[in-house]
């Protein structure tokens, strides 16, 4: 169950993304938050402003419905949903520095709106 | 020294091979037999496998079993064993395979190829035969029995069914079996000698596969092969037969006068959709010499052209279904190999990235002068390399190559190893992590290294099915059952339990409902480590109600672990 309201949100995958976004955001006042996809549908979350969404292989496309209009970045499957003006998509593996500019950059463009 | 193995075609263990290098090899129920079967049929001790030099091959002994051994159905108290044998232990058959061993003498060393002038030979034949006769023979054989003497025809289709069953051995090789095939005709027919010339279908050239020649018979120089004849049986596909050699002109080279051929017999190797090759026979023995001649006074009839039609169609489907298995087999190893790099470079790109990860973090608490910052990166790359490390293990402990190391030891010593190695990881992933060992465990003769890691593998997945759920729970126990005079550990948890559809599935390599965190490889080494020593591993789960593995381990004494050493 997740039940506060982070600014970032990351849906499986390695915890280590986790661990960087954590290390690297939090200091700035970004509360980052980790959740299984399987989890989601039980949790009381309410909307992040940027979501990390790692795809896998063996797994079903990503549930995108819940999160729509929220800016979202893919990282694994090739075949996730193209990049566009809410959603970015990278492959592994990336280089962590861009990935970090990214969300900064979506971030932005959240308190913009 | 020689070599053979033994593939498990039936049983428990199907699918498993093992290698004979000559020495005395015991098979059994029993963990410290190096044949090591998962069959209660089986006695502890069940046979041993030698190669006996008196005997010239492998030898296979029961040992005072309770269920007997069996030689191709037969009950056996010792057998030399020949290559395509089938061996029945208990439940279980094995498939007993000689290493192809080369031939000292090449096929095509046996031949002479000429090439005979071309015209006018066909006069020489004395009889043709179309190959749908030979195919007759096979499908109507009442006819031909009515046609013939009892005797023959029975030898006929005797030998027929010992070329089908040799055919179908999936343990010859191609040359091995048109070896036997040729042993097999040359004896029927009568022949001197034979040899199978094999369509290349790179060059389309028809190439020396084997050569073969009655026993009792010397070769002397090499076999001469009419160029003409294999030529226009291949061209017509009909076989031929002749029984004038010394006056045929295709005969009239010299090589061919020398070696005194008198008889020849050549008929297609007729495939389902090409010529696969030919199969030719000759005879130079002196026809006052030769035993059992038929009605027009030769050794070859019309009747063995039958057969040899029947035989050569025989052939040609055994090497086309050679061909196919080579083919079927190559696109399977290929397929696998794909499939290993693809899952392993997966694996080794997670790593990769979370290095990176680490990486980052240390690059910038380096250049903020961050300590704080640089402990957070380094403790990510240590984890990554703890990941690393379990992955290569893995991958060493279930590769053919690791051999357990017996040795005198108590599993609770290894149990709470793990359990004081998992626990700052169960913390970490608030799971309470308990361990509970029993004083009545005795010591026994076990692979300390191995059983670490099949218990740590599955403490492991334990954590994590349960991480992040609130009252998250792994019990580790140690019990000893005396009746059976076996050691088990016990790994539960109360995490969402494991479906039923999964369970089947849970120890194949690569076969991993983790996704991005599981290897699939830990349980398949936890299983084979633990079959290692004799035992095996038990699931019970239901979905909503956690998990129990219980992994059984047979007791064995100091005496066995000091006989098991090498």
């Given at each position: ?46 909307p ?17 419905g ?41 971030l ?6 | ?85 089938q ?66 025809t ?51 050239q ?50 061919i ?15 389902r ?53 080579d ?13 290993t ?62 051999k ?39 010591e ?12 740590l ?63 699939g ?8 480590v ?5 035992g ?10 956690g998990a ?19």
């Amino acid at each position: 169950m997740v039940g506060n309201s982070p600014s970032i949100l990351v849906v499986d995958g390695l915890s280590e993304t986790t661990d960087v976004l954590k290390a690297v955001f939090e200091p700035r006042g970004h509360a980052v938050n980790r959740v299984r996809q399987s989890q989601l549908s039980n949790s009381t979350l309410t909307p992040p402003r940027v979501v990390v969404w790692h795809t896998n292989e063996s797994e079903t496309t990503p549930l995108t419905g819940r999160f729509q209009g929220i800016p979202r970045i893919f990282i694994g499957r090739a075949d996730c949903p193209a990049s566009d003006g809410e959603t970015r998509r990278f492959s592994q593996p990336f280089e962590y520095r861009e990935l970090l500019g990214t969300i900064e950059s979506l971030l932005a463009k959240a308190d913009a709106a | 020294m020689p070599k053979a193995t033994l593939l498990v075609v039936q049983g428990a263990d199907q699918g498993l091979r093992f290698e004979l290098d000559g020495g005395a090899v015991t098979l059994g129920r029993g963990a410290l037999n190096p044949i090591c079967l998962r069959d209660d049929e089986v006695s502890r001790t069940h046979a041993q496998i030698r190669f006996d030099e008196s005997a010239g091959g492998f030898v296979i002994g029961d040992r005072q079993s309770s269920n007997g051994t069996f030689v191709n159905g037969e009950a056996i108290q010792t057998r030399k064993l020949s290559n395509g044998d089938q061996i029945a232990v208990g439940t279980t058959a094995f498939l007993f395979q000689e290493a192809a061993v080369a031939r000292p003498i090449r096929a095509a060393d046996q031949l002479e190829v000429f090439v005979g002038d071309d015209v006018r030979e066909r006069s020489s034949i004395i009889s043709e035969l179309s190959q749908e006769v030979g195919q007759q023979l096979l499908r109507d054989a009442t006819s031909i029995i009515k046609a013939s003497s009892t005797t023959q025809t029975l030898a006929n289709l005797q030998v027929l069914y010992r070329i089908t069953e040799a055919a179908v051995t999936p343990t010859l090789s191609l040359d091995q079996l048109l070896h036997r095939i040729l042993e097999l005709t040359i004896e029927v027919v009568g022949a001197d000698r034979g040899c199978v010339l094999v369509n290349d279908p790179r060059t389309s050239q028809l190439t020396p596969q084997a050569f073969s020649h009655r026993r009792g018979f010397s070769p002397g120089s090499p076999m001469p092969v009419s160029r003409s004849i294999v030529d226009y049986v291949r061209k017509k596909g009909q076989g031929v037969r002749t029984s004038d050699a010394p006056h045929d002109q295709r005969f009239s080279q010299q090589s061919i006068m020398q070696a005194g051929i008198r008889e020849a017999m050549c008929v297609p190797m007729q495939g389902r959709y090409e010529l696969m090759g030919v199969l030719y026979l000759d005879i130079t023995t002196p026809s006052d010499q030769v035993p059992r001649l038929g009605p027009e006074g030769h050794r070859f009839t019309e009747e063995t052209l039958h057969l040899l039609a029947a035989i050569g169609r025989q052939t040609a489907l055994a090497v086309e279904n050679h061909r196919f298995q080579d083919a079927f087999l190559k696109a399977e190893r290929l397929a696998a190999v794909g499939q290993t790099i693809a899952i392993l470079s997966h694996h080794i790109k997670n790593i990769l990235q979370g290095v990176r990860g680490g990486s980052y973090l240390i690059d910038m608490g380096l250049k903020q002068h961050d300590e704080d910052l640089i402990g957070r990166g380094w403790k990510i790359v240590e984890k990554n390399q703890d990941r690393i490390y379990h992955l290569v293990m893995d991958m060493l402990s279930y590769s053919a190559e690791r051999k357990p190391a017996l040795q005198v030891a108590n599993v609770n010593d290894v149990v709470r190893d793990v359990c004081e190695l998992m626990e700052p990881h169960a913390a970490e992933c608030q799971v309470e992590l308990t361990c509970q060992l029993s004083d009545q465990v005795p010591e026994s003769a076990i692979d300390p290294e191995g059983i670490h890691r099949a218990v740590l593998n599955i403490v492991t997945n334990a954590i994590e099915a349960v991480e992040g759920a609130t009252g998250g729970r792994v019990t580790v126990e140690t019990s000893y059952d005396l009746p059976s005079d076996e050691l088990v550990v016990l790994v539960r948890d109360n995490g969402p339990g494991i479906p039923a559809a999964q369970q089947a599935m849970l120890f194949n390599i690569f076969e991993s409902t983790k996704g991005s965190r599981g290897t699939g490889l830990g349980l398949a080494v936890s299983q084979k480590v633990i079959r290692e020593h004799g035992g095996d591993i038990f699931v019970e789960s239901r979905e909503g109600e956690g998990a129990t593995f219980r992994l059984v381990l047979a007791r064995l004494d100091e005496a066995a672990a000091r006989a098991y050493a090498p």
